[in-house]
């Protein structure tokens, strides 16, 4: 069997954790291969809205496998909170849960040096989410790290105690005054008292060795779906350095966070919004700052599902998906939100840019915050209202015509039209 994939091929907050929830039924296991909790993933259904942050999107399938892959970062505390909010709702977690050995821990202090970092940087700040989730890959790439099968060990808490001396001398080189930071309401102190006493659910749950763990399923027949978490855009390698996440949030990054050869990968399944958002900063070419951006993101909702921060909004911007597209051998692309612009009389896609004096359809290396123009075609809007079609209904033509458009000039087809936040919202091609 092979390895199915879901990658946002934005800026993130596409919408994967409704597109996870409506596909599960057809897998076996779900598994996430990168990022924390900065990650987002909002799914709504019987008038219910549940955000995951760390826990993949299949948990609300009983039959499902959900595994937390190596390549993610955990907060014990933050996921301790996710399990109890869950199952105070009747969401059964624990028992399909697994958890990889070798997936690192947030420390508190890493979330210290994460604002300390941010902070110190003044105008030039990278929008981060204080969730530590820098810090923490420094720690993993400069072999510092403590990882989740550490926690067991006799003398965790003696590695825990010399990590956190190291990264309290790096707070205080910044001049950074922890000892009036909060850290999710709470002082330093507090919260490391609640991330101890969140170790104890930690253990509970079912540890593996995931990359055994995952080659025996698919070795057993068993369908596996990854998810990613973040978007294409924000890859450490690939996305507007250095407004970017820490992981790799493209195709590779599937086999180093799960252990699986790139052999494996079946279908691509990539997602992006009928429009753009971002959130903090970085280069964003087709972003409004007018009526139309407002009327995007108060219609979209578009609000950070993690920080609450508002969502910068613009048209859709193709040369960037068909960049994201080639990173990750997209077979199949799904639209969201196409009720957002149910009520624009015309829509913009850019198409190209303007850079250096010429017009270019790839994104170049200095691609600094201005310094790309959109090139625009117009495209006129349905201008009705899209949210009660269902699956086997016809798509207005002129929605119809959008998506054909899109996939002209991408070379790749829609196959899932997403007309609102419910999971019985989609309309598939």
């Known amino acids: 069997m092979s390895v199915d994939v879901l990658l946002g091929l934005q800026w993130g907050d596409e919408g994967k954790g409704k597109v996870v929830d409506v596909l599960t039924p057809a897998y076996d296991v779900v598994a996430r291969f990168q990022g924390g909790p900065n990650a987002g993933h909002t799914i709504e259904f019987g008038g219910k809205k549940f955000v995951l942050h760390t826990i993949p999107s299949g948990i609300f399938n009983p039959d499902c496998i959900n595994l937390i892959g190596n390549g993610v970062i955990i907060d014990p505390a933050i996921l301790q909170k996710e399990i109890v909010n869950l199952e105070s709702s009747g969401v059964t977690v624990t028992k399909h849960l697994y958890v990889s050995r070798k997936a690192h821990l947030i420390l508190p202090t890493h979330r210290l040096i994460d604002a300390a970092s941010e902070a110190s940087k003044g105008l030039q700040k990278i929008g981060s989410t204080l969730k530590g989730i820098g810090p923490t890959y420094t720690d993993k790439t400069a072999r510092n790290g403590i990882r989740v099968g550490d926690v067991s060990s006799p003398d965790f808490l003696d590695k825990y105690n010399t990590l956190k001396n190291r990264h309290l001398q790096i707070v205080s080189q910044y001049g950074f005054d922890y000892s009036t930071h909060l850290i999710d309401g709470s002082d330093f102190e507090s919260y490391e008292k609640k991330w101890f006493a969140s170790l104890e659910l930690l253990k509970r749950l079912n540890h593996v060795d ?114 994201a597209i080639m990173l990750n051998g997209v077979t199949d692309l799904i639209m969201m939100k196409a009720d957002v612009l149910d009520g624009f009389e015309n829509i913009k896609a850019a198409v190209a840019y303007h850079f250096g004096g010429k017009e270019i359809t790839y ?47 991408t070379n790749t087809p829609v196959t899932i039209v997403s007309t609102g936040p419910d999971r019985t919202q989609i309309v598939y091609r």
Request: with cysteine.
């Open 363 to 409: 994104i170049p290396f200095d691609a600094e915050d201005g310094k790309l123009k959109p090139v625009y075609q117009e495209i006129k809007g349905w201008n009705c209202k899209v949210t009660e079609l269902k699956e086997k209904d016809a798509l207005p033509l002129d929605l119809e015509n959008y998506i054909r458009f899109i996939e002209r000039n």
């Open 210 to 323: 995931s990359e055994y763990f995952i080659n025996e399923l698919l070795q057993q027949g068993k369908k596996v779906l990854a998810e990613g978490a973040q978007g294409s855009l924000l890859d450490v390698d690939f996305g507007s350095y250095p407004f970017v996440t820490s992981s790799n949030t493209t195709i590779a990054g599937v086999c180093s966070g799960l252990g699986i050869a790139p052999s494996k990968i079946g279908k691509v399944y990539g997602i992006f919004k009928a429009y753009c958002t971002r959130v903090g900063s970085g280069p964003f070419p087709t972003e409004l700052t007018d009526a139309d951006g407002e009327n995007m993101r108060k219609t979209g909702n578009e609000f950070g599902s993690t920080t609450g921060r508002p969502r910068r909004c613009g048209w859709i911007d193709l040369p960037a998906l068909q960049y």
